[in-house]
C-alpha cells in the first residue's frame, strides 16, 4: 500500500531546498497516477496549512514535441500557488535560483477564469469562460536528480511547477482579436541573451492553449481526490517551445508572432 501522506511529507520538505530524492517510481512499489494526484491532494492541504494558496493550475507535458525526450504520452497537471505565482516586471530585477531544483525555463500561453469551464465545452464555450488572456515564464523544476522521472514522479513533484512570471494580459472578450483564431495559430520565439534558442507553434500544445485547457477540465473531472477549475483561477497552457537549462547572470525573452501579446524579459541573478 502507498502512504501517500508519507510521500507528501517528502515533497514539501523539499520545497525550497533545492534538494532531490530517487525517483518514488523506483522505490515504491506500484505507484502510478492515481497515486501521484492523491500525493498532489496531500501537498496541497500541507502548503495551505502554511499559509499558502491556490491561485491556479499548470498543465504539463502539453508540447507534444518533447514527449519522447521525456518518456511520456500524455499531459499533466499541477497547483499554482500565490507565492509561486508572480508579476512578470519582477522578472527583470532578478530571480533567485537557488531554491529550485534543476530549473528549466518554458514560454506559455496563461488563461484567467471568469467561469468554470465543463469538460463537454467546445473551443467557442471555453473562450466564453475565459476573462484573460497572457503570455509568461514558468519555471518549472525537478526534485528527481538528472530530471530522470516518469509521469507518476513528475505528478507527485508539483507537477514540475517551480514558479511562473505572468507578462501583461488582455480581455478575451473586448477587442477585435478573433482568440479561437489566434490562440491555434502562433508562433513564440525563446531568446537567450541575442542568440534565440528555440521558435515553437501553438499546434505544439495538443493543437493549441485552447484544446489544452480543454484536456485539463476532463482529466479533472476524473480525478476523485483534486477538485475542477473555478472562476478565478489561472491556468498556464504549457511550454510552446522546449524547455532549456538555465543559470545565474542569464537573461531570456520571447518574441510573439500572431498574437496581441507583448514578448516577456526574465534575468536571473
Not at 484573460?132 to 514558468?138: D, I
Request: aromatic share 8%; glycine share 12%.
Amino acid at each position: 500500500m502507498v502512504d501517500v501522506d508519507v510521500i507528501a511529507a517528502e515533497m514539501v520538505g523539499l520545497l525550497g531546498t533545492g534538494g532531490s530524492t530517487r525517483p518514488l517510481t523506483s522505490c515504491v512499489p506500484a505507484f502510478g497516477l492515481a497515486e501521484a494526484y492523491r500525493v498532489t491532494a496531500r501537498v496541497r492541504a500541507r502548503r495551505e496549512a502554511k499559509r499558502e494558496r491556490v491561485v491556479g493550475r499548470k498543465i504539463g507535458f502539453s508540447n507534444r514535441t518533447i514527449w519522447p525526450e521525456y518518456q511520456v504520452d500524455a499531459p499533466i497537471w499541477g497547483y499554482m500557488y500565490d507565492r509561486t505565482v508572480r508579476d512578470g516586471a519582477a522578472a527583470r530585477d532578478g530571480v533567485g535560483l537557488a531554491e529550485l531544483s534543476e530549473p528549466l525555463i518554458e514560454p506559455e500561453i496563461v488563461f484567467g477564469l471568469r467561469a468554470a469551464p465543463r469538460p463537454d465545452m467546445d473551443e467557442k464555450a471555453l473562450l466564453g469562460c475565459i476573462d484573460s488572456v497572457g503570455h509568461g515564464f514558468e519555471i518549472v523544476q525537478s526534485v528527481f536528480p538528472g530530471g530522470k522521472f516518469a509521469a507518476p514522479d513528475a505528478v507527485a513533484g508539483y507537477g514540475l511547477h517551480g514558479a511562473y512570471f505572468i507578462g501583461p494580459r488582455l480581455s478575451a472578450h473586448e477587442g477585435r482579436t478573433d482568440w479561437i483564431a489566434a490562440l491555434g495559430d502562433f508562433e513564440i520565439e525563446l531568446v537567450r541573451g541575442a542568440e534565440r534558442m528555440d521558435r515553437g507553434h501553438a499546434r505544439n500544445v495538443l493543437d493549441g492553449p485552447l484544446r489544452a485547457l480543454g484536456h485539463l477540465v476532463a482529466l479533472l473531472d476524473r480525478d476523485p481526490d483534486n477538485p475542477p477549475l473555478a472562476a478565478g483561477e489561472i491556468v498556464t497552457t504549457g511550454t510552446v517551445t522546449r524547455a532549456f537549462p538555465v543559470r545565474s547572470v542569464e537573461s531570456w525573452s520571447t518574441r510573439l508572432h500572431g498574437l496581441p501579446l507583448e514578448g516577456i524579459a526574465i534575468r536571473f541573478a
